[in-house]
């Protein structure tokens, strides 16, 4: 079993930044990555990393935000720039023990385990 708790979302204006951290503990798992869920929509994959730091990213994160992970730390963290309004939603970071499982498109069904999330807000 793996806890992850998330901290860093608020409110920013278009353009501005935000950085998700994410504290995991409990079992080892060597894919994690960051979802997102707006109002209405379904939960949609943002990024994800493997225990070897390979890195994928969706389109629209792509270029703008970085997913890293510190495994010492037990923290992983999203750093986001040049906010957009459809930015806004519920972030969860999860967990899931193979690397295979981070390969994009992610599947949510492989991850076995989820945080509560944290909210961003991007005002115009």
């Known amino acids: 079993q793996v806890i992850l708790i998330e901290s860093g979302g608020g409110s920013v204006q278009a353009g501005g930044s935000l950085s998700l951290s994410c504290a995991f503990s409990g079992d080892r798992r060597d894919c994690m990555a960051w979802f997102r869920q707006a109002p209405a929509k379904e939960r949609e994959a943002v990024a994800s990393?493997?225990?070897?730091?390979?890195?994928e990213y969706s389109g629209g994160a792509k270029g703008r935000f970085t997913i890293s992970r510190d495994d010492a730390k037990h923290i992983l963290y999203l750093q986001m720039s040049n906010l957009k309004p459809e930015d806004s939603a519920m972030y969860y970071c999860a967990a899931t023990k193979y690397n295979s499982d981070c390969v994009f498109p992610l599947s949510l069904s492989d991850f076995t385990d989820w945080g509560q999330g944290t909210q961003v807000t991007v005002s115009a």
């Open positions: 990393i493997t225990r070897f730091f390979t890195m």
